[in-house]
């Protein structure tokens, strides 16, 4: 079915920017929603930010909202994170996954594929 690979993220300083990317394979992204989420040490998983079939909506997690904007490129079957500002609190890992829709809340039966995470370390 369908694989995701994560990309993008590294080490960057408070303030600073970074795109992570979600390219797909094995299908075409345009049939799902994709959300981004995030793990850091010692927190729960949580939502970042969706993008809807199609890409016809997007949502973001009140902590991330004016600072991260979701994005599609259908021609490279792939979904961007841009990252701006950054701040320590960013600090995780991220993944991307196909979701039933972008809701609220998500739970296991919700996912589809999960791509393999890749690590955001905002630190000074």
């Known amino acids: 079915q369908l694989q995701l690979v994560e990309s993008g993220g590294g080490l960057v300083q408070p303030g600073g920017s970074l795109r992570l990317s979600c390219a797909a394979s094995?299908?075409?992204?345009?049939?799902?929603?994709v959300g981004w989420f995030r793990q850091a040490p010692g927190k729960e998983r949580e939502g970042v930010s969706c993008?809807?079939?199609?890409?016809?909506?997007?949502n973001y997690a009140d902590s991330v909202k004016g600072r991260f904007t979701i994005s599609r490129d259908s021609a490279k079957n792939t979904v961007y994170l841009q990252m701006n500002s950054l701040k320590p609190e960013d600090t995780a890992i991220y993944y991307c996954?196909?979701?039933?829709?972008?809701?609220?809340?998500?739970?296991?039966?919700?996912?589809?594929?999960w791509g393999q995470g890749t690590q955001v370390t905002v630190s000074s």
């Open positions: 993008s809807g079939i199609g890409g016809r909506s997007t």
């Open positions: 094995g299908g075409s992204l345009i049939y799902y929603a």
């Open positions: 996954a196909t979701v039933a829709a972008c809701y609220n809340h998500y739970d296991e039966a919700d996912f589809g594929s």
